[in-house]
């Protein structure tokens, strides 16, 4: 999505799962500067000048400098107009010695001072050669925690140096460096470059990263490099670093050695930065179900008309056949409308479903802005994984309000086990095959329930599912605490309907290994999980108070009872990677992880006991009779 920053106007930003420059996204292709000193002449200067524009006619948008390569470079890449990232190379000894640490904080903020507000700075790369066994003093697992703790601080004193750079700690495979709330992006290198393997491995980083983008380093050169540079942009890399490829040489029959290039750029074969078109495109269909009063109903339309994918089709269906509706499209001559009478989501689901001509639906909410390459992810990820359905994440505008913010970093990244948090994103793709084998949406489902039911009966066929991190949308409208707590009480119902207990809590929890440690007692365990977070824990807890009281018990057993749920919201909360850091959003982020499972056991409970869910219209009409018959009393 397209959106102005409040940055200097060559400032690369981090915008969720990519880079932004001039309030448009940015993809980011380097290479190191090699066969520069540490001083430049004029001569050199021009000479580096011209190599620059060398490598910006193929394709490259940055330089990796090292710290001593800054001082003379910076000025040059500036004028080129392209950005650069200062590695900052630091020894293992530099972060265990406190003496040496002092002078380490010292040095970063220098280096922090000296490029603050320079238009050619991106950011910093703390490069830490981390190795199990660099990590000497004392147990490993005190080690790492102060090797963390230490990190930290560096990347603060960048941040509070150099405001608007980015920093990031540059991995390597294998290494054990933590992911830190504080970095802006995931910066990994690796000297793999097996396509096949490439993807699975950008994906796990991608779940690392969590909403922040990754770059990719391809620290050797070779001859796939080129493939692996396509690869890593399909997998939602947003940005590479290559080196450039050493040229072989060639020599005709007679033995003469042939005239060629000593090296290749290494994105010179790139017809632009950015994820590459599916090996074939099929006919998409976007359904868009308006219910009207989305005032931000426009800006999903203007947003779907600029996707790059070549080849799809926007189907609105207006419910309810709302007026408004109708202005807005009638801006956009090249979507379908279609209008039907107010009968719920589920049916309107369903018309646009038979409207839909495209092999692949994918349904967007009407205050959902997606991503100019969000159906190339999704098709991608459908085509390479053989899928039937495929989800994306949601995230909401920086600068949004902070209850917004918490509610969507809260939301967990599915692997599409259960997705049912993610129906109600709308942020999925489908094959129509799927959907008919499903029996479509229940014409019963006026609301969100209409979402989840769906996502039962995929699961049920036995459909293959899968996650593009990449394919994002932004979510216009924020979350208030009354639409929060609305869909909690949805989810809630349909949980009741279905005769589950905190099924989709568990499912949303990390599935590595659980399977082949727990065993049979896996479901045992994740209940456990979610047990502090639900209404059935505060019953426990008032029965446990209770009997402290009356039978003469210590009350340490309840006040501990009651500690555990707000603890684990506000660890989630602590730890979880946020655009917005200030205590106030992940306060915020706390109260939505202990409230949310809370109102959602809750509304089940009413919902098992009283047979339906308190609406707001039932209230209403409740509180009406009520003052009615004390008006005849």
């Given at each position: 999505?397209?959106r102005?920053?409040?940055?200097?106007?060559?400032t690369?930003a981090?915008?969720?799962?990519?880079?932004?420059r001039?309030?448009r996204?940015?993809?980011?292709t380097?290479?190191r500067?090699?066969?520069?000193?540490?001083?430049l002449?004029?001569?050199?200067k021009?000479?580096?000048?011209?190599?620059?524009?060398?490598?910006?006619?193929?394709?490259?948008?940055?330089?990796?400098l090292t710290?001593e390569?800054s001082?003379?470079a910076?000025?040059?890449?500036?004028?080129?107009?392209?950005?650069?990232?200062?590695?900052l190379?630091?020894?293992?000894?530099?972060l265990?010695?406190?003496?040496?640490?002092?002078e380490?904080?010292?040095?970063?903020?220098?280096?922090?001072n000296?490029?603050?507000?320079?238009?050619?700075?991106?950011?910093y790369l703390?490069d830490?050669?981390?190795?199990?066994?660099?990590?000497h003093e004392?147990?490993?697992v005190?080690?790492?925690?102060t090797?963390r703790?230490?990190l930290?601080?560096?990347?603060?004193?960048?941040?509070?140096?150099a405001?608007?750079?980015?920093v990031?700690?540059?991995?390597?495979e294998?290494s054990?460096a933590?992911a830190?709330?504080?970095?802006?992006?995931?910066?990994?290198?690796?000297?793999?470059?097996?396509?096949?393997e490439?993807?699975?491995?950008?994906?796990?980083?991608?779940?690392?990263?969590?909403?922040?983008p990754?770059v990719i380093?391809?620290?050797t050169?070779s001859?796939?490099q080129d493939?692996?540079?396509?690869?890593?942009f399909g997998?939602g890399?947003a940005?590479v670093?290559?080196p450039?490829?050493?040229?072989?040489?060639?020599r005709?029959w007679?033995?003469?050695r042939?005239?060629?290039?000593?090296?290749?750029?290494p994105f010179?074969?790139?017809?632009c930065a950015g994820?590459?078109?599916?090996t074939?495109?099929?006919?998409v269909?976007v359904v868009?179900?308006?219910r009207?009063?989305?005032?931000?109903?426009?800006?999903?339309?203007?947003?779907?008309?600029?996707?790059?994918?070549?080849?799809?089709e926007?189907?609105?269906?207006?419910?309810g056949g709302?007026?408004?509706?109708?202005e807005?499209?009638?801006?956009?001559?090249?979507?379908r409308v279609?209008g039907?009478?107010s009968?719920g989501?589920g049916?309107?689901r369903?018309?646009?479903l038979k409207a839909?001509?495209?092999?692949i639906v994918?349904?967007v909410e009407?205050d959902?802005a997606v991503?100019s390459d969000w159906?190339t992810?999704?098709?991608?990820?459908?085509?390479?994984?053989?899928?039937d359905?495929c989800c994306?994440?949601?995230?909401v505008?920086?600068k949004t309000a902070?209850f917004?913010?918490g509610v969507?970093?809260a939301?967990?990244?599915?692997?599409?086990t259960s997705?049912?948090?993610?129906?109600?994103r709308?942020?999925?793709?489908?094959?129509?095959g799927?959907?008919?084998r499903?029996g479509?949406?229940?014409?019963?489902?006026?609301?969100?329930?209409a979402?989840?039911d769906l996502?039962?009966?995929i699961?049920?066929?036995?459909?293959?599912?899968?996650?593009?991190?990449?394919?994002i949308?932004?979510?216009?409208?924020?979350?208030?605490?009354?639409t929060?707590?609305?869909r909690?009480?949805?989810?809630?119902?349909?949980?009741?309907?279905?005769g589950r207990w905190?099924v989709?809590?568990?499912?949303?929890?990390?599935?590595v290994?659980?399977?082949?440690?727990f065993?049979?007692?896996?479901?045992?365990l994740?209940?456990?999980?979610?047990?502090?977070?639900?209404?059935?824990?505060?019953?426990?807890w008032?029965?446990?108070?209770?009997?402290?009281?009356?039978?003469?018990l210590?009350?340490f057993?309840?006040?501990?009872?009651?500690a555990v749920g707000?603890?684990?919201?506000?660890?989630?909360?602590?730890?979880?990677?946020?655009?917005?850091?200030?205590v106030t959003?992940?306060?915020?982020?706390?109260?939505?992880g202990f409230?949310g499972?809370l109102?959602?056991?809750?509304?089940?409970?009413?919902?098992?006991?009283?047979?339906?869910?308190p609406?707001p219209?039932m209230v209403?009409?409740?509180?009406?009779?009520?003052?009615?018959?004390?008006?005849?009393r």
């Amino acid at each position: 999505m397209q959106r102005s920053l409040s940055i200097a106007p060559h400032t690369v930003a981090a915008h969720a799962k990519f880079f932004a420059r001039s309030g448009r996204k940015f993809f980011l292709t380097a290479t190191r500067l090699d066969g520069f000193g540490t001083t430049l002449d004029l001569n050199e200067k021009l000479k580096l000048r011209r190599r620059l524009e060398d490598l910006k006619a193929a394709h490259t948008t940055g330089l990796i400098l090292t710290e001593e390569q800054s001082q003379p470079a910076l000025d040059v890449v500036a004028a080129a107009g392209m950005v650069a990232m200062v590695d900052l190379s630091i020894e293992s000894g530099d972060l265990v010695d406190p003496s040496r640490f002092a002078e380490l904080v010292s040095r970063v903020a220098h280096a922090g001072n000296v490029y603050r507000s320079h238009p050619g700075l991106m950011g910093y790369l703390i490069d830490f050669p981390l190795r199990p066994d660099t990590l000497h003093e004392g147990p490993c697992v005190i080690a790492v925690k102060t090797v963390r703790r230490r990190l930290c601080t560096l990347v603060s004193v960048l941040k509070q140096h150099a405001a608007n750079a980015l920093v990031a700690i540059t991995r390597r495979e294998g290494s054990p460096a933590p992911a830190l709330a504080e970095e802006d992006f995931l910066y990994c290198s690796t000297a793999h470059l097996d396509a096949r393997e490439l993807g699975p491995w950008i994906h796990n980083l991608h779940r690392l990263a969590g909403p922040r983008p990754v770059v990719i380093e391809f620290a050797t050169a070779s001859s796939g490099q080129d493939e692996a540079v396509a690869q890593a942009f399909g997998a939602g890399a947003a940005g590479v670093v290559a080196p450039l490829v050493p040229a072989p040489p060639s020599r005709d029959w007679l033995g003469i050695r042939m005239l060629r290039p000593a090296e290749t750029m290494p994105f010179a074969s790139l017809d632009c930065a950015g994820p590459p078109q599916p090996t074939s495109c099929p006919l998409v269909s976007v359904v868009v179900c308006a219910r009207g009063g989305e005032r931000e109903m426009p800006r999903c339309l203007e947003a779907l008309s600029r996707l790059g994918y070549p080849n799809f089709e926007v189907v609105i269906v207006a419910d309810g056949g709302s007026a408004c509706v109708s202005e807005v499209v009638a801006r956009f001559p090249q979507f379908r409308v279609i209008g039907q009478s107010s009968q719920g989501l589920g049916a309107a689901r369903n018309a646009g479903l038979k409207a839909a001509r495209g092999e692949i639906v994918a349904f967007v909410e009407p205050d959902c802005a997606v991503d100019s390459d969000w159906l190339t992810f999704m098709v991608r990820a459908m085509q390479q994984g053989q899928l039937d359905a495929c989800c994306g994440p949601a995230y909401v505008p920086p600068k949004t309000a902070r209850f917004a913010t918490g509610v969507a970093a809260a939301r967990p990244s599915l692997s599409l086990t259960s997705f049912g948090d993610a129906m109600a994103r709308s942020n999925l793709a489908f094959t129509k095959g799927a959907l008919r084998r499903a029996g479509g949406f229940e014409r019963k489902y006026r609301t969100f329930d209409a979402d989840m039911d769906l996502c039962r009966k995929i699961e049920g066929t036995g459909a293959k599912l899968g996650y593009s991190p990449a394919a994002i949308v932004w979510r216009l409208r924020p979350d208030t605490l009354r639409t929060f707590l609305s869909r909690q009480g949805s989810y809630g119902r349909f949980d009741a309907k279905r005769g589950r207990w905190g099924v989709d809590r568990c499912d949303a929890l990390p599935r590595v290994g659980r399977a082949a440690v727990f065993g049979r007692y896996q479901r045992v365990l994740q209940m456990l999980q979610v047990l502090p977070q639900s209404a059935e824990w505060i019953v426990l807890w008032t029965i446990a108070a209770v009997l402290a009281r009356f039978v003469g018990l210590s009350p340490f057993a309840a006040l501990a009872m009651l500690a555990v749920g707000p603890m684990l919201a506000i660890f989630a909360a602590w730890t979880t990677p946020l655009e917005e850091r200030r205590v106030t959003a992940r306060a915020m982020l706390a109260l939505r992880g202990f409230v949310g499972p809370l109102w959602r056991g809750l509304m089940r409970d009413w919902t098992v006991v009283y047979g339906h869910l308190p609406s707001p219209e039932m209230v209403r009409v409740r509180r009406a009779r009520m003052r009615h018959r004390a008006a005849f009393r």
